[in-house]
């Protein structure tokens, strides 16, 4: 793949702050992953569309070290890259938001925020009254309103939930956000908020790379796009030079002639 | 979030907070806190009332209620080591068993001379063990549930109990070994009574008030809840589930092994059929005190309420002459109460 000329100064002639080359992924007999290569690069809007299992979400724990890819290289900052975990990949700045969300329903807001990287008090224990500071302060910056960061994640709404996973991803120095179909299971009403949040996220200059069916959603945040198709890469263009037809096209794994799709969004 | 929404389709332009919904059926919801917190509270001070009614000379003497802690505090023990399993969704089947093994592994030691010292730390130590091979198992042999591991425990701890002991009792335990579970701390006395407080009493509200602790402000305590509340979460977290998961069943063997030390200080035996169906009043305890099965849900608080309900039914009924029959009865109707409530908990809490 080859870095396409970008208009936003922001992007270009820039050294990707994530590169893939040549990954693939099999599990057993299945081949998730075939031969993709991308790049990511700082500060960027970075949409992937695909059919169902096209292979995002593989792509995406590759990347994020859930996953070990079965060939192929991970470069990060132009250095080689190899997760053995997510604590890994964590440890370099790479979050994600997992499409089941990954929360602990039955804890706080604060709680789920620093879930796993819970602050100490000198003594060693869990200092809770950090974690309730350090959360309203974070989830504030990202203007993100809640009643109360002792509230339960399990009395969240379907777009609150989303919110407080967001604020954990980039609750430590994120550099590169990865987000899994992000507003799939939310209703209308909050779909522009996450996507808000996901503009704010780009103001502070985090990358983030966004999977998603809802053409809404690439065209009002992403900087570029790439189509996986069945396992492979298949396309891959700024926003400012393509179409939604030509992306669902894309999604169909079909690249002539797009005009004529009437409908917006695949499912 | 951001103020601008640059002539897009989003859909929402009224509102820029996620603000709470609220949901419409309020009262149940609004109570279930309460019920969930206190619920167990009224249930104690109802039993208290009738047994008061039913015998108001004996229930309520020092002597009584004094009786009623030391013979729960062999649960005690048992229970708050099956709650911290029961948080991450799992069970220990095996702990009658492990306690067993803990009392005989004592036994064998007194017999052949050990210093009480040694005698005294074997107790929980075996119980660990067992615990820390349950957790072992659970984790790196993948058992689809912790309930396979340590049923076979439970097979396993006993068998190796009755080889190490010869399958026979072994009875003559010095006072130091004892003492937990046997000596009472004397406060002296009141208009003709003694006041005396069992050690036993002392050391069950001693190992609450640190499980308590430990669960609200240790890491450990913390992600022990985030196991049970979601593990595919917690293990994306960057959290060692297994690691945590081994310690919390190291614990609840060494848990065991002390409620293995307070029996044999109140019998002065260790004995081949201890233990046996104490793994299932330790969940009992647990269940009747709020703690849910489906994990991360449930206090420390709670639990001593379940073991204190099922002190208060056996020490009731006994003293009401009622046969022990009746006692398993109402225990049993109990459960399926309280499992129910849970039920019913879950339904009005994930109603959207
Ligand atoms: N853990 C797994 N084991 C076996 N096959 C998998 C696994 N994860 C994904 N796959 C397969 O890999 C392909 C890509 O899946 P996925 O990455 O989830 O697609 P997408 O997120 O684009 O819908 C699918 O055929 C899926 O069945
Ligand atoms: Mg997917």
């Known amino acids: 793949m080859v870095a396409t000329g970008k208009r936003k100064s922001e992007t270009s002639s820039q050294r990707p702050i994530i590169e893939g080359r040549g990954i693939s992924k099999f599990f057993g007999a299945v081949t998730a992953l075939n031969d993709v290569s ?33 060939e192929g290289d991970l470069l990060f900052e132009g250095q080689p890259a190899h997760f053995n975990s997510p604590k890994d990949a964590r440890k370099l700045g790479i979050e994600m938001v997992y499409q089941d969300l990954a929360l602990a329903g039955n804890m706080a807001i604060a709680e789920n925020i620093y879930l796993g990287r819970e602050p100490r008090n000198k003594f060693g224990f869990y200092h809770l009254g950090a974690s309730q500071k350090m959360a309203r302060k974070h989830l ?32 430590f120095d994120a550099k590169v956000v990865i987000m899994d179909e992000p507003t799939a299971a939310l209703a209308i009403r909050e779909v522009g908020k996450v996507l808000d949040l996901i503009k704010n996220l780009k103001d502070r200059h985090i990358s983030v790379i966004l ?34 037809s030509e992306v669902i096209g894309w999604i169909m794994g079909t690249k002539e002639n797009p005009g004529e799709l009437s409908h917006d969004r695949v499912e | ?24 059926d309020g009262l149940a919801l609004r109570l279930l806190p309460y019920i969930d917190k206190y619920g167990i509270l009224i249930v104690i001070f109802v039993m208290v009332a009738v047994l008061y009614v039913t015998q108001p000379d004996v229930f309520l003497s020092w002597r009584n209620i004094t009786n009623i802690f030391k013979q729960t505090a062999v649960n005690a023990m048992l229970s708050i080591g099956m709650f911290l399993a029961i948080l991450t969704a799992g069970i220990d089947l095996s702990i009658g068993s492990v306690m067993m093994l803990g009392m005989m592994s004592a036994g064998v030691a007194q017999f052949a001379g050990m210093p009480w010292p040694i005698v005294l730390i074997l107790a929980p130590l075996a119980g660990m063990g067992a615990g820390l091979v349950n957790g072992i198992g659970i984790t790196k042999l993948r058992m689809p549930h912790p309930f396979i591991m340590t049923l076979g425990m439970l097979f396993m701890a006993r068998g190796l109990g009755n080889l190490i002991s010869g399958g026979v009792p072994l009875t ?10 046997s000596y009472q701390i004397p406060l002296g006395e009141y208009d003709g009574t003694r006041f005396n407080l069992p050690v036993a009493l002392v050391l069950t509200i001693v190992v609450y008030i640190a499980f308590s602790l430990m669960l ?67 969940i009992a305890a ?17 639990v001593f309420g379940g073991v204190i309900v099922m002190g208060l039914i056996k020490n009731g009924l006994n003293l009401n002459n009622v046969s022990v029959f009746y006692q398993q009865i109402l225990i049993g109707a109990i459960i399926v109460i309280a499992v129910f409530l849970d039920v019913l908990r879950r339904e009005i809490g994930t109603r959207k």
Do not use: W
Not at chain 1, 43 to 68: F, H, P, Q, R
Not at chain 1, 162 to 171: E, G, L, M, S, Y
Not at chain 2, 247 to 259: D, E, H, L, N, Q
């Open chain 1, 38 to 70: 991308f790049e990511l690069y700082p500060g960027e809007v970075l949409g992937i569309v695909g059919d169902n299992g096209a292979g995002k979400t593989t792509l995406m724990k590759v990347l994020s070290g859930l996953y070990k890819a079965s």
């Open chain 2, 172 to 181: 003559g335990f010095p006072d130091a070994i004892r003492f937990l579970g």
């Open chain 2, 216 to 282: 609200k402000h240790t890491v450990l305590g913390r992600r022990i809840y985030a196991i049970g509340g979601n593990p595919e979460a917690a293990r994306v977290s960057g959290i060692n589930v297994d690691a945590v998961l081994i310690t919390v069943y190291g614990i609840c063997g060494f848990m065991a092994g002390i409620g293995g030390l307070l029996l044999i200080g109140r019998t002065s035996s260790a004995f081949p059929t201890a233990g046996t169906g104490a793994e299932l009043e330790a």
């Open chain 2, 286 to 302: 647990c269940i009747i005190g709020g703690a849910s099965f489906f994990g991360g849900r449930g206090t420390v608080l709670g």
């Open chain 1, 140 to 171: 504030s910056n990202l203007k993100i309103h809640v009643k109360s960061v002792d509230q339960k994640v399990e009395e969240l709404s379907g777009g609150q939930r989303q919110a407080v996973a967001i604020a954990r991803a980039t609750a």
């Open chain 1, 211 to 244: 999977i998603s069916h809802r053409m809404d959603d690439i065209f009002y945040v992403c900087d570029r796009v790439v189509a996986l198709f069945q396992g492979t890469n298949f396309a891959e263009s700024p926003l400012e030079d393509t179409s939604r």
């Open chain 2, 1 to 24: 979030m951001t103020e601008s929404s640059e002539g897009q389709k989003v859909a929402d332009q009224d509102n820029h907070t996620l603000e709470t919904h609220t949901r419409p």
